[in-house]
């Protein structure tokens, strides 16, 4: 069993306000939620959750994320559960509600949970050392958040003909293209639609239309460099995310972020 708890100020834009691994998992409830983002993942055995008068069962590699002070209780079902957790803070935490979509709850499958299983290991692995690379830390925390975003879509969103037919294909082909000049009407056109009708299918399912998205997906790429390879240029990373001018990628970066990447940067 290894178990972190956090107590130093907090100073990064994301940290681990709690962290541990092989938790013989008790009886848990919360009438008032938690204060922060909850993940509890089964490494062992299984568990019930309920949360808001729903109920989930997480067998092992499987998990849960729950917001901010939403009611939630969980029990073993098996002889025994054993557990991992992740709770999580820092002076970005505000854009958490953002990158999972506003939702209460996020369940995350064992495909998913196998890679967090990992990542949650190799970081408590770091506070075993005699001085912790809190930077470091907080490039896994932001990771491991990452993995959240990837799971935040609606199951009836997936589960929707039109987006499996049309927008799922043009996300595929936005994370493999990103970094070069790719347009709207080349998207549109590799699934044989209308610039406007796959635009107007990108805002009913995603909220935001095909330009907006490729330039979201960009930014997030670039605070992964930003954070990964601290020593790497502005201007090089602008276009190892897909802008070909750096003072454009400025200005997008500051409107979807908040600051700038160098400000971004100076945070750690």
Known sequence: MSIYFRNTPVSAPFMFESLGNHWNQDTIN????YPYYHYLQTEKGTGRIEVNGKHY??????G?????????????ESTSWI???ATFTGTLAGSIPSMTDNQDVILIPKEQGLNIRKLISYSLRKYHEPTPNMKSL??????LLMNF????????????????????????EIETRYQQ?????????????????LSRLFQRFLGCSVY?????????RARELLLSKPDMKIQDVACASGFSDSSHFIAMFRKITGTTPLDFRKMY
């Not at 994320?65 to 029990?75: G, K, R």
């Open 138 to 143: 907080s490039s896994d925390c932001y990771n």
């Open 57 to 62: 069962t997480l067998g092992a590699n499987e």
């Open 181 to 197: 000049d790719i347009t709207a009407a080349e998207l549109s056109q590799s699934v044989f639609v209308s610039t406007q009708y």
């Open 149 to 172: 975003m990837d799971c935040a879509a609606s199951p009836k969103i997936q589960d929707n003909p039109l987006y499996q037919r049309y927008v799922v294909p043009v996300i595929k």
């Open 212 to 220: 907006e998205y490729v330039t979201m997906y960009r930014i997030s």
């Open 64 to 76: 849960i994320l729950i917001a901010p002070s939403v009611p939630h209780s969980y029990h073993r």
């Open 30 to 33: 919360r009438p008032d939620g």
């Open 83 to 85: 557990t991992m957790f």
